[in-house]
């Protein structure tokens, strides 16, 4: 009769007697287990780890930043090492800006040149933003749109909320356009624009309004609106008696042109996305 003791009654201590010499019938070492979890301890990875996938820095640096108060986790400061998080629902912010987690979301910042259509194809074979990005990422759509001849920052994602709510009038996303126009801009300008000027399918207001440059009858202002209505902007200065001549967008809430050269196209980083999906909510 065999009276050897089962494997799974021997004792864990290592090199005692327990320990056998066939690692594969070997009990685990008690530094091979995994601690035991408080009951309350949140599911998912750990916030570093998350952090320097993310490309805020290794994990030593962004475990300096927790010691420091840098990085909050839905909008409370993290105050301890090791806290686990969700990458695809917790909102995470350095420095108080949220930084977007997910890998199977992408946004890229344009700059559509005068005689593209907004669209991602075109059965009469003229040039489209879908022609621009190529294969870029699967599933592309544009955030609103561009006049043909309006030239300027057009936001593309595959993340169907976030065009939903950046393009949707109810989330209020400013956008700041540069116009030239012909003809002298009224010092009282601002305060009717301001108040609201009617056209023939309701009236507009603007957020702001200012002259950047005038030179020899010409001007160049810049609108910054929420509207998204068609020619919203050309309709309205020439509504009050400035024709416009070009017109430029250059930022859509916090994500500005910069200095993007006509027609190319960068991603934006995660930083950029958080702040977008910060202003609509998500």
């Not at 005038?214 to 509207?227: I, M």
Request: net charge negative.
């Amino acid at each position: 009769m065999d009276t050897a003791p089962h494997p799974d009654d021997l004792p864990d201590t290592p090199g005692g007697e327990g320990w056998s010499e066939d690692m594969e019938l070997a009990p685990a070492h008690p530094g091979d287990r995994e601690p035991a979890r408080d009951p309350g301890e949140r599911e998912g990875e750990r916030l570093q780890k998350v952090l320097a996938r993310a490309g805020v820095g290794s994990r030593r640096v962004c475990e300096d930043m927790i010691d420091r108060g840098r990085i909050s986790v839905n909008g409370a400061v993290v105050t301890v090492q090791g806290m686990r998080v969700d990458p695809a629902t917790d909102k995470i912010a350095v420095d108080g800006q949220r930084i977007e987690l997910r890998d199977d979301r992408v946004t890229y910042a344009l700059n559509k040149p005068s005689g593209v259509i907004t669209a991602m194809s075109d059965d009469r074979a003229r040039p489209t933003v879908g022609d621009m990005v190529g294969d870029l990422a699967p599933g592309l759509v544009h955030v609103g749109r561009l006049d043909q001849d309006t030239e300027g920052l057009l936001l593309v994602t595959n993340d169907g909320e976030l065009a939903h709510r950046l393009a949707h009038p109810s989330y209020r996303v400013k956008k700041t356009y540069l116009a030239q126009v012909s003809g002298s801009v009224s010092r009282d300008l601002f305060r009717r624009l301001r108040g609201g000027i009617e056209l023939d399918d309701g009236p507009v207001k603007v957020d702001s309004f200012k002259v950047v440059d005038t030179h020899a009858g010409q001007s160049v202002v810049e609108v910054v609106l929420h509207e998204g209505r068609k020619h919203i902007v050309r309709r309205l200065l020439a509504a009050v008696d400035l024709p416009v001549s070009r017109l430029t967008r250059t930022a859509v809430g916090p994500i500005s042109l910069q200095r993007m050269r006509s027609g190319s196209i960068r991603r934006l980083t995660r930083q950029e996305v958080g702040a977008l999906e910060e202003l609509v909510g998500l």
